[in-house]
């Protein structure tokens, strides 16, 4: 009855004390079958496709215009397929689309799945910084992720990165511009853009690394393609759209 609430009826802002993305490159055939019909993959040299994990650091989230006071303050992970959509007006746009979604807060595993179609789930989440390094894990969740927090100038790809050099893995550093959820049964894509200022991706040197719900989805050559970090950036989210979409006839309707 209410299903159209998960469709962003509202925009949401943030501030991101921090999001440390990692981006893994998979050969493109391996993980095309993850991705709804209405969507392509964002594929690097005609053979990589992504998948990013992001970890999201934020503070006062709560709809546009609200005051602070009003806010909340989560953590935030997601992981995410890199993609395509030429909408309506034959814009081609690159964006990501959401495989699985947790966060450290029952309250925004509630509102979350209310007003989104992210499906969050509660975990537990474990942070340690110390020695120059940052650690971050979860037992539920089962990943683990340890950066050098020393240098973000003199640090070198990723051993077996597609890319020749951090201009170029610079590309692939999420989040993008938007965020897609399709309705294959009624032919309707969701488009969600996020507004952000002075996005500087940092370079991260990544000393561990293992995600478990990457390992369970039985990937050949999964190879850690780069790892960003942004810090202290304002954020928001537009209210969402809806357009129809055909790919048979290669039509695009807003509705």
Known sequence: MF????NH????EAFFESSLVLTFAVPKEQIRHLLPECLEL???DNKWGFIAVAMVQTKSLRPKGFPRMFGNDFFLIGYRVFVRFINEAGKNLRGLYILKSE???????????????Y??????????????????????SDF?????????DNIS?????????????????GPLPFTFTCNSAE?????????????????????????????????DDVRLANAFIIRDIPYYWKKGKIEQWSKKEENFKVS
């Open 3 to 6: 299903s159209f609430l998960k």
């Open 187 to 219: 032919k309707r894509i969701l488009i969600i853009e996020g507004v952000r200022e002075n996005w500087k991706p940092m370079p991260v040197k990544v000393i561990d690394q293992n995600f478990s719900f990457i390992n369970r989805l039985k990937l």
């Open 103 to 117: 966060t450290d807060k029952r309250k925004m595993e509630f509102f979350g799945n209310i007003f989104t179609h």
């Open 42 to 44: 964002d594929v690097f």
């Open 144 to 152: 683990l992720i340890r950066i050098d927090n020393s240098d973000h």
């Open 9 to 12: 009826p509202f925009a949401v």
């Open 119 to 140: 499906n969050y789930t509660t975990t537990d989440i474990c942070q340690i910084r110390q020695n120059g390094t940052t650690e971050i894990w979860s037992n539920k």
């Open 157 to 173: 790809l990723p051993v077996g990165s597609p890319f020749a050099d951090w201009k170029e893995a610079r590309r692939y550093a």
